[in-house]
C-alpha cells in the first residue's frame, strides 16, 4: 500500500518556482520524508529529505507541515533541465528500510 | 556528492545468453546494495537487496535463480541475467546506501534488450 500520494503530472514555467506537493498522512514519528528525482532514461537523483524541520540544499528545499502529514519540494527557479519524474517517499532511513517508489509525479517545465 | 557507477550502460544480446551488470560505489563502502527493474512508463521495481558476504533477498516474484546477485566486496554488486529471454529486455538501476547518512545513491542504469 502506498505511503505517499503525489498528483501525477504539473507544468512548471521556466524561471519560476517549482512547487511539487506530497501527502502522507500515515506517516510513523521516526520516518523521514525523503525526494528523488528522475530525469528520462537516466538512474533516480538524490534531491533532499527531511524529518520535521525545513531543509535547503543547492537543488531544492522542503517545506513539511507541522502535522507532518504532508510536505512540499520547492526548486526556486525551475530549468528545462527540471524536467523529470519526481518521487517522494517515507522510509525509516536506516540501515534495514529501502527505497520503495511509487508513480511520482512528471513536472514539465515550459521556455 | 556519492557517485555509483553501473556497467554497461546499454547491452543488447540474443536469446539464451547470460548477461552480467556491475555497480560499483566508488567512494564510499556499501554494506547494502539494491537492484531495481524499470518497464517503459513504469515506476522502478524493487527486485532484490544485496548485502555484502551474504544471499540477497528477492522481492516477492522475483525469480532468484534467474536473477544472480553477488556483493562479494564493500564497492561492488553484480547481477547476472541467465538465460535471457524478450520478456527480460528491461531498464536495470542499481542502488548503493552510504552508511555515513543512510541514503541510497543510484547508478546511471543499464538498458538491456533481448533479441
Known amino acids: 500500500d502506498a505511503k505517499t500520494t503525489q498528483p501525477p503530472s504539473m507544468d512548471c514555467a521556466e524561471g519560476r518556482a517549482a512547487n511539487l506537493p506530497c501527502n502522507h498522512s500515515?506517516?510513523?514519528?521516526?520516518?523521514?520524508v525523503y525526494w528523488y528525482r528522475q530525469i528520462h532514461s537516466q538512474g533516480p537523483q538524490y534531491i533532499i529529505h527531511?524529518?520535521?524541520n525545513n531543509e535547503t540544499n543547492e537543488m531544492a528545499s522542503l517545506i513539511i507541515t507541522e502535522d507532518r502529514k504532508s510536505s512540499t519540494l520547492i526548486l526556486p527557479h525551475a530549468t528545462l533541465r527540471d524536467t523529470a519524474v519526481y518521487y517522494c517517499?517515507?522510509?525509516?532511513?536506516?540501515?534495514?528500510?529501502?527505497?520503495?517508489f511509487g508513480p511520482g509525479t512528471s513536472l514539465s517545465v515550459i521556455p | 556528492g556519492a557517485v555509483v557507477s553501473q556497467h554497461p550502460s546499454r547491452v543488447i544480446c540474443k536469446s539464451g545468453t547470460s548477461v552480467k551488470i556491475e555497480c560499483r560505489s566508488l567512494?564510499?563502502?556499501?554494506?547494502?546494495m539494491f537492484w531495481y527493474r524499470q518497464f517503459p512508463k513504469q515506476s522502478l521495481m524493487l527486485m532484490a537487496t544485496?548485502?555484502?558476504?551474504?544471499?540477497?533477498?528477492?522481492e516477492q516474484g522475483v525469480e532468484k535463480d534467474k536473477f544472480l546477485i553477488n556483493h562479494a566486496s564493500l564497492t561492488l554488486s553484480t547481477l547476472t541475467v541467465t538465460s535471457a529471454h524478450p520478456e527480460d529486455s528491461s531498464f536495470y538501476i542499481c542502488?548503493?546506501?552510504?552508511?555515513?547518512?543512510?541514503?541510497?545513491?543510484f547508478g546511471a542504469g543499464t538498458r538491456l534488450s533481448v533479441l
Open positions: 527531511g524529518l520535521k
Open positions: 500515515t506517516i510513523s514519528g521516526n520516518e523521514y
Open positions: 517517499i517515507v522510509r525509516v532511513g536506516t540501515s534495514y528500510d529501502k527505497v520503495i
Open positions: 544485496s548485502n555484502e558476504g551474504s544471499k540477497a533477498t528477492y
Open positions: 542502488s548503493a546506501r552510504r552508511l555515513a547518512d543512510n541514503i541510497q545513491y
Open positions: 567512494d564510499f563502502q556499501a554494506t547494502t
